[in-house]
């Protein structure tokens, strides 16, 4: 087969530029290359000869990360940007499949595009690392350029009646947006930093964290890439890995997740629920608002990242279900010329077994990104929650004492299991509330494509579902009641161990040790049993189906 940028078909119009060179398809693809080469142009001598001033580096122990505005939005986009990419790759290559010859015009300049994306992130991260701005003068170029030739091609496109049937057209608009996005970026950077046209730039210092030797934990200060991949852990793990580590190779916690800090979050969200009188609002509602006010906005994001994952499973089985009804298909029917060249509909580019097969890898890729992010978000924020309301609880007792607390009903060890069981529970409770909340779409989802796929036998597996719930509903309450009994029996178990240690003395001059002895023995094996019944109750309610059937990912 003949190879050509432009093709060299028979009586091929691909050359022909008699109505203008923006009106054939051909060159109208090498004009998209223009900005690419450029950038690559420009920054592979700055990447591989040199790299700027080692003097502009902020002198921390770590290599620093002075995020500039629009960190996270400019790595997502990027992300998005590098996924349209690898499509229109694709797409052109199952075009070029309908041609007499191979169109290079087609896919190189996706290929193109495609690593000036991987670069201009690259460029982007060691800029940011070294805190030298102005070099982002040559990503502004670039984005310019990238934006004017995308739009000038998705407007010649319209011109010519491609439309939204065609998928190359939905692409190259999709790619102008975020070319035109990534450019607002980039201007927003030069508004904030002042690093162009300003006569003094803003100075940035690093964290406070990153200027402590002793903070070593780097997830919230790392780039978006390495926080979904935790790739800054790579030093724990090889250090793990040549001897044991200890707490002083660990070091401390940055100040955002140290108990004082969440205590002062959780303070200010009980003063806020304060009347113009000055009074507290109480009962539940008043905790829960409080514990809303200061943790919610990191549970939605972990539910969110929990939603987006479950929908991302159900990618799987309609990949693989289009790739065996896909895989002994032809579908070769041309459809008339635009711009000298061809173009496929969506339908086509998904009949392509291969095209499903790498959006089955980015999907199940993406899922596992998105659970990990959230079981990570409401681990975090439940360990928080956990240190701010015991640091609340033992500011309160130091301030009452026992009697003043409950009129003295409380014992001793009520007190403990106060201020480690119940906030157990409640930092379990936001472990698991993603799964609460995911659980609905996971059951709708599942039976909406199981009935599309197995029919009216889908109704049925719902309908036994349906019908367990009620057990379901058994086994929680006695679960509820197992725990309770188990936490009335380590009560009292403590306080029984706390009076024969304040009385040792008495005991050993008796000889009562046995007897008080067998006591607490007792309230323990009473406490065994609880437990033993709980964790029962707890493997029935794991092997029910309503729990296993859509829930395909472990518990913590």
């Known amino acids: 087969m003949s190879l050509a940028f432009c093709g060299n078909d028979n009586n091929s119009a691909a050359y022909n530029v008699d109505t203008g060179v923006l009106n054939n398809g051909c060159f109208l693809d090498a004009l998209t290359v223009v900005p690419h080469v450029f950038l690559l142009f420009i920054t592979f001598p700055i990447l591989f000869i040199g790299w700027g001033s080692q003097s502009s580096k902020v002198h921390i122990h770590h290599s620093t990360w002075l995020h500039f505005p629009g960190h996270n939005l400019r790595w997502i986009l990027t992300f998005i940007l590098l996924f349209i990419i690898v499509c229109e790759i694709a797409e052109g290559i199952v075009s070029d499949g309908f041609n007499q010859s191979v169109h290079l015009h087609l896919y190189m300049p996706s290929c193109l595009a495609f690593m000036a994306a991987i670069t201009s992130i690259v460029f982007y991260h060691n800029i940011e690392t070294s805190n030298f701005p102005k070099l982002l003068m040559t990503l502004l170029i670039y984005w310019v350029l990238a934006f004017v030739s995308k739009t000038i091609k998705f407007f010649k496109y319209t011109e010519h009646g491609i439309g939204l049937r065609q998928l190359r057209f939905g692409i190259t608009g999709l790619l102008m947006l975020l070319y035109g996005l990534l450019l607002a970026v980039e201007i927003n950077v030069i508004l904030r930093r ?11 210092k690093p964290p406070e964290d990153l200027q402590d030797l002793g903070v070593r934990f780097l997830q919230p200060f790392v780039n978006l890439l390495s926080k979904s991949t935790y790739w800054w852990m790579n030093t724990f793990i090889t250090a793990a890995h040549r001897r044991p580590i200890d707490l002083k190779v660990i070091g401390k916690l940055p100040i955002a997740m140290r108990a004082l800090t969440n205590y002062l979050k959780l303070s200010e969200a009980f003063e806020a629920q304060k009347r113009p009188q000055g009074t507290l609002l109480q009962g539940p509602k008043c905790i829960w608002t409080a514990l809303r006010q200061a943790f919610g906005r990191p549970l939605f994001l972990s539910i969110t990242y929990r939603f987006m994952a479950d929908l991302l499973g159900f990618a799987g089985p309609l ?36 095209v499903l097969a790498v959006l089955l890898f980015f999907a199940l890729l993406l899922q596992r990104t998105f659970l990990q992010a959230s079981y990570y978000v409401a681990i975090e924020t439940g360990i928080n929650l956990r240190g701010a309301i015991q640091t609340k609880i033992f500011n309160k007792i130091m301030h009452l004492c026992t009697a003043n607390m409950s009129m003295g009903g409380m014992t001793v060890g009520q007190i403990c299991n106060l201020v480690a069981v119940d906030t157990n529970q409640l930092m379990w409770f936001f472990f698991l509330c993603p799964n609460l909340f ?67 003395k008495l005991l050993k001059l008796y000889a009562w040790e046995h007897i008080f002895c067998s006591s607490v023995e007792e309230t323990r094996r009473k406490e065994l049993t609880s437990l033993q019944t709980f964790a029962l109750y707890t493997s029935i309610s794991s092997k029910t189906p309503q729990n296993t059937a859509f829930n395909k990912h472990p518990k913590h």
């Open 319 to 354: 990949c693989i279900s289009g790739i065996v009804h896909h895989l002994s298909k032809e579908n070769h029917t041309i459809q008339p010329p635009h711009l000298g060249i061809y173009f496929i509909s969506s339908q086509e580019f998904l009949a392509n077994a291969y």
């Open 194 to 204: 002042r690093y162009m046209c300003f006569a003094h730039p803003t100075e940035v």
């Open 438 to 504: 995911a659980m609905p779409v996971q059951i709708i989802v599942g039976v909406i494509l199981l009935y599309y796929l197995l029919g009216i036998s889908a109704l049925i597996g719902a309908t036994v579902i349906t019908l367990l719930a009620p057990v379901q509903y058994f086994v929680a309450t006695k679960l509820s009641d197992a725990q309770k009994s188990t936490l009335e029996y380590s009560s009292e178990r403590l306080k029984k161990t706390n009076e024969l240690l304040r009385g040792i």
